[in-house]
């Protein structure tokens, strides 16, 4: 179907943004033939092998603005206040085209706990068959996973050879090994398990579209980027787009969702009048709807890098131009090699502190070394390195999506505010220390060349605080910004319809009441499913009461 088709015809849905839960609930609506399904990417095909070789993604396709929306975050005056950017997928796929693969669902408290805010439906009990519904995990069915799902979940198929031997120094500081990341254990460290397909990257994209692009009832816009929504009174009908230098308006019969992701879906309802009546009146935007919730409460997890020289071969000596079209060739055509790893190896939960009920320190290890440049850019160092990333599990900070001006096409305001509550600052400090003492443990300890910064490894009290206070910075998890509740200073209501409109709602990280313990992308997936199934079983209690009213 061309554009000209496309805008001609009225949709009963339309999906914003084809990431990790666009991509869902457009399969999902559109499984049934009666419904008319329009999903629009703003990026464009990510069949590039920068985004299918898991490697070169790395290094090829963060940071390029042909996949990446590299929005720029205002300084943060709680950590070091330098400006920095942060990395979107902006391609089919979305940003599950370009992350590190890692598959974490989160804790099952973590779920419990939205529902105790009273979001029903949201318990463990609720979404662990929604996860198991989507995977195929290589390792079988289970009680935890699911198998023959579009979703396909794999081992890494050649672990490096520092993973065992960091497993067995966290053994000696008194640190579990937990085989299954995602199973009845919560605590400990293990092996990584990564949404590939023998050895490609298996992105939303590919595992809940590709299959279903025949479908004659769904339709596939890329190069589109939502401007805003385009109300009649307060019901949505519909988006305009800006393709190819043309501004259209797409008609939406039923329903609009967002899943532009936790900074794009705030800022679309804030341009299009949905948000806080005076910040909306101050840069000149008619309110449609007075809704102060919109672009508040966003987090993110905050997270430092440590990177240790070491004496055996890791990532950071194939780089070399020989090495990279020997591995290329060996991805390509069989799967394997350092072109299909995942970006940590290790990853896994630990208590900052022995009285930690449950573990509040996430940690990602990752056999290759790199820096993070203050602007954000990714350093591969030259020497054999590796880095841990250690991160904040659930952080109580939070900072704000906001609109910068009346022009849509002006990008938002991010601010972060890492450390608002000094707590999580105290957190990753105690994480760093638990870290440095399995790098300082056997048989790790005797491969350990040097740190790359030494006062992180070295320092104690204010001082070693100050440096993590300066040295911290997202992980680029962003979430929360459009959050779910049944309390006043609630966006949506629990099944994610938009406070003070109607026909719109929001499917993505943004909707989180409070961040998950982990990784996002396997949540947001989840986020996804459960919006189809909202939107369907309203769909089916409204014709059920349209068959009794005419009986």
């Known amino acids: 179907m061309n ?61 390029n603005p042909k996949f990446d929306w590299n929005f720029d975050v205002e300084p943060d005056p709680t950590t070091d206040g330098l400006p920095k950017t942060i990395s979107r997928g902006r391609v089919m796929g979305g940003s599950s085209s370009i992350n590190g693969m890692i598959y974490i669902r989160g804790f099952p408290q973590d779920y419990d706990g939205w529902a105790e805010q009273g979001n029903a439906g949201w318990a463990w009990k609720d979404v662990l068959p929604v996860f198991k519904r989507q995977e195929n995990n290589q390792r079988g069915a289970s009680d935890y996973h699911g198998s023959g799902g579009p979703l396909s979940v794999s081992d890494i198929r050649e672990l490096h050879p520092l993973a065992p031997i960091f497993i067995d120094a966290a053994k000696t500081t008194g640190i579990p090994f937990n085989d299954d990341l995602n199973g009845p254990q919560i605590e400990g460290l293990g092996y990584a398990q990564a949404t590939q397909r023998k050895g490609w990257r298996n992105s939303s994209a590919r595992a809940f579209i590709d299959p279903i692009r025949g479908r004659s009832n769904l339709a596939i816009l890329t190069h589109a980027t939502a401007r805003r929504l385009v109300f009649s009174a307060k019901r949505a009908a519909g988006v305009e787009v800006l393709r190819r230098g043309k501004i259209a308006t797409l008609k939406a019969r039923r329903e609009v969702v967002l899943s532009a992701g936790a900074i794009g879906s705030p ?33 993110d997890h905050p997270g430092i890098n440590m990177t240790y020289g070491i004496s055996i071969p890791t990532f950071n000596d194939e780089m070399v131009l020989w090495k990279q079209v020997l591995h290329g060739a060996n991805w390509l055509f069989r799967g ?41 850019s990714e350093l591969v160092l030259k020497e054999s390195s590796f880095t841990i990333v250690v991160s904040v599990c659930r952080p109580r900070s939070t900072g704000s999506i906001d609109v910068r001006s009346s022009d849509p096409s002006i990008p938002p305001v991010i601010r972060h505010r890492l450390f608002e509550d000094e707590d999580d600052l105290a957190r990753l400090t105690k994480g760093v220390e638990v870290v440095r003492a399995i790098v300082e443990a056997a048989p790790l300890k005797s491969l350990v060349t040097r740190a790359m910064d030494q006062v992180l490894h070295t320092a104690a009290g204010k001082v070693l605080t100050d440096h993590v206070r300066s040295k911290a910075r997202d992980i680029a998890h962003p979430s929360c910004s459009v959050r779910m509740g049944t309390d006043g200073n609630a966006a949506l209501t629990p099944d994610l319809r938009v406070r003070g409109v109607e026909g719109v709602r929001v499917a993505d990280a943004s909707v989180m009441p409070v961040v998950t313990s982990g990784n996002l992308n396997a949540p947001c997936m989840m986020i996804g499913e459960r919006c189809a199934d909202f939107i369907l079983a309203a769909r089916q209690s409204y014709l059920a009461d349209d068959v009794t009213v005419n009986v």
Request: charged fraction near 20%.
């Open 3 to 63: 554009f000209s088709e496309i805008e001609r015809t009225e949709w009963d849905y339309i999906v914003v943004g084809a990431g990790s839960a666009g991509c869902v609930v457009a399969n999902r609506l559109s499984a049934d033939p009666k419904n008319k399904v329009l999903l629009v990417e703003s990026g464009g095909s990510d069949k590039s092998l920068y985004i299918q070789m898991p490697a070169a993604t790395y290094v090829k396709a963060i940071g």
């Open 267 to 299: 800022h679309l309802l804030l341009a299009s009048g949905v948000g806080d009546r005076k910040r909306l009146e101050a840069v000149g935007i008619a309110v449609v709807a007075d809704n102060p919730a919109v672009g508040q409460n966003f987090q």
């Open 336 to 376: 394997r090699g350092p072109g299909a790893t995942p970006d940590a190896h290790i990853v896994g939960f630990i208590k900052s502190s022995p009285n930690e009920p449950i573990p509040d320190i996430q940690v990602h290890v990752t056999p290759a070394g790199y820096s993070l440049a203050g602007e954000g």
